[in-house]
């Protein structure tokens, strides 16, 4: 029978199922590794549980910066493709997010970021932090 991190939520409290980001200070990104790094972490803990995510996001970023592709370390082909391409237009995709006067609607353009994927990923990117709101799915 699936647990779908009942026991992981009652053995470390609700925050355990929250994923990396719950009850840390987040801020912009600096560099455009970092914003493409929150994009393909955003990417691999959608719609699984946080351990997963988590364990995916390190089997990429290891792919990745060995000159790889997100398949290696990734079996979703249409995430893979997109965290690969997030990575390879990482410096481009970085100054328009930078240049955009709406930065929640342009997450929502980036690859297999959805409309519940952008505010997770826009409290990864202190957006939410910046502007004193909240993300709601």
Known sequence: MPSFGLEETMRNGAD????????????PPETADEFAQHVIEAICHASVTSSIGR???ERCMRALEFGSTARVGFRHSAKAGAIDTIWRERERLFEEYNASPDKLRFLATLPWVGPVTKHSLARRLGIYAEHGQRAVA
């Open 16 to 27: 355990a199922s929250q994923g990396d980001i719950s009850g840390a200070e987040t801020t």
């Open 55 to 57: 364990r995916t996001f």
